[in-house]
Nanobody, 124 residues
Framework: QVQLVESGGGLVQPGGSLRLSCAAS????????MGWYRQAPGKQRELVAR???????NYADSVRGRFTISRDNAKNTGYLQMNSLKPEDTAVYSC??????????????????WGRGTQVTVSS
């Protein structure tokens, strides 16, 4: 089992910044990709940003240039730096990770895990 725990959400004024973190724990052999998704009330969940183990990234058009995704492979932790926040960024942000389980450094079956989410509210 791989557990993901998000942190860093909160209330911020328009134009402000927040940094979200996603810490993965468990019997992890490798994390191939980590992604941030968000879901606003009454809307479908959408991909915000994604990063591979090699550092390749992709972003939703609505956040490109304002948000930056990164990861620390040694710590199995991902980050989402959010700048110039807008009220329409208000949502529950969830972390996703895909990779392989691997006790004792031996590659096992794949995993696809989600965190519980953290609320981001942008309001004056």
């Amino acid at each position: 089992q791989v557990q993901l725990v998000e942190s860093g959400g909160g209330l911020v004024q328009p134009g402000g910044s927040l940094r979200l973190s996603c810490a993965a724990s468990g019997s992890i052999f490798s994390i191939n990709a980590m992604g941030w998704y968000r879901q606003a009330p009454g809307k479908q969940r959408e991909l915000v940003a994604r990063i591979t183990s090699g550092g390749s990234t992709n972003y939703a058009d609505s956040v490109r240039g304002r948000f930056t995704i990164s990861r620390d492979n040694a710590k199995n932790t991902g980050y989402l730096q959010m700048n110039s926040l807008k009220p329409e960024d208000t949502a529950v942000y969830s972390c996703n990770a895909v990779g392989f389980i691997g006790p004792m450094g031996v590659m096992g079956p794949p995993f696809n895990s989600w965190g519980r989410g953290t609320q981001v509210t942008v309001s004056s």
